[in-house]
């Protein structure tokens, strides 16, 4: 099945993006070193490329994101930045040199205030549902619960491996802190909480994190089960990978409204016609071809700057 092409309705349209590593193996799994340069590399992506970000979690295998930016290309880019040194930083300390990534990120548009509801409730359930710990704040990794429910602050550590590789090259003494940025991560605030105040936001979040708690400990009383718990997680080898590995099929989009589903399902069908049928035009060597492809639409770097050579005059 082809993949679908990244259509963004309009400017800032949030999207939930979720990464998965290959196989399913846990090489995201979290320890002190690998949260900070996480949080370093979301600080410094966000930073470049002026991506908002609403919440996050990352597990031992994959990770959740809400954000929004103001178009397609800009998205990607972002996110080419971000998992490109997650796989090189957590590579680098699990000594893992293969493919990391199982496949492209997926990105979901969430076109509705309640279907954005439903889903910042299942981000911040993560590590909850799958039995591994209690609470959302349990979570030995990469989290914004804290920052959501405490006002507690996200900040972590990027390395510049290039300067780093030129000072080896050169033998100079290695200090790591010559190196290393520290980078804030502020997360901006969602629709629905915009026009509350601090306090307000902090209670809102506390009593959505309580609901998660209650249920989980319901949940786990039915079933007669135990949580993994912190101590087993971070034990865990990064190279392993569930025996069981489930996917469920990709939605279009996020929404409650079968009129809305609709009307994105027809605007995204125009707009892939829009889109193959500049394709068509670039393929044939139409130095017009830019002018042809929708707008805010991603167009691949060597697509543009053929079609650009072509186009320039001489």
């Known amino acids: 099945m082809a993949r679908q092409l990244r259509y963004m309705p309009k400017?800032?349209?949030?999207?939930?993006?979720?990464?998965?590593?290959?196989?399913?193996?846990?090489?995201?799994?979290?320890?002190k070193v690998l949260n900070d340069l996480i949080l370093g590399i979301i600080g410094r992506a966000m930073r470049l490329y002026g991506v908002r970000v609403y919440l996050f979690v990352f597990l031992s295998n994959h990770f959740h994101l809400i954000a929004s930016a103001l178009d397609a290309e800009t998205l990607s880019r972002f996110m080419c930045y971000l998992n490109g040194n997650l796989a090189?930083?957590?590579?680098?300390?699990?000594?893992?040199?293969?493919?990391?990534?199982?496949?492209?990120?997926?990105?979901?548009?969430?076109?509705?205030?309640g279907?954005?509801?439903?889903?910042?409730?299942?981000?911040?359930?993560?590590?909850?549902?799958?039995?591994?710990?209690?609470?959302?704040?349990?979570?030995?990794?990469v989290h914004c619960v804290g920052a959501l429910v405490n006002g507690e602050k996200l900040a972590g550590r990027w390395v510049d491996r290039t300067r780093e590789s030129e000072a080896k090259g050169r033998n100079e003494r290695y200090d790591p802190k010559k190196f290393c940025t520290r980078y804030e991560?502020?997360?901006?605030?969602?629709?629905?909480?915009?026009?509350?105040?601090e306090g307000e936001r902090r209670a809102f979040f506390r009593k959505m994190v309580r609901d998660i708690e209650a249920e989980t400990r319901e949940?786990?009383?039915?079933?007669k089960s135990k949580v993994m718990g912190r101590k087993r997680i971070l034990a865990m080898d990064p190279h392993s990978y569930p025996k069981e590995f489930r996917r469920s099929?990709?939605?279009?989009?996020?929404?409650?409204?079968?009129?809305?589903?609709?009307?994105?399902?027809?605007a995204y069908e125009l707009f892939v016609e829009a889109y193959r049928y500049a394709q068509e035009r670039f393929m044939r060597g139409d130095p017009d071809a830019l002018s042809y492809f929708p707008d805010d639409c991603y167009i691949p770097p060597f697509v543009r700057s053929s079609a650009q050579a072509r186009a320039a005059p001489g």
């Open 88 to 113: 090189k930083e957590a590579g680098r300390l699990h000594d893992w040199r293969e493919r990391f990534w199982g496949r492209r990120y997926s990105a979901i548009g969430i076109l509705e205030e």
């Open 115 to 141: 279907s954005l509801l439903d889903r910042v409730r299942y981000v911040l359930s993560q590590g909850c549902k799958e039995g591994l710990v209690l609470r959302p704040g349990d979570w030995p990794g």
């Open 249 to 266: 099929p990709q939605p279009m989009c996020h929404a409650l409204s079968k009129e809305t589903i609709e009307s994105y399902r027809r």
């Open 185 to 197: 991560v502020s997360l901006s605030p969602l629709s629905f909480v915009k026009e509350m105040s």
């Open 11 to 31: 400017a800032h349209t949030v999207f939930e993006i979720t990464s998965r590593t290959v196989q399913g193996r846990h090489l995201l799994r979290p320890s």
């Open 219 to 223: 949940r786990l009383a039915q079933e």
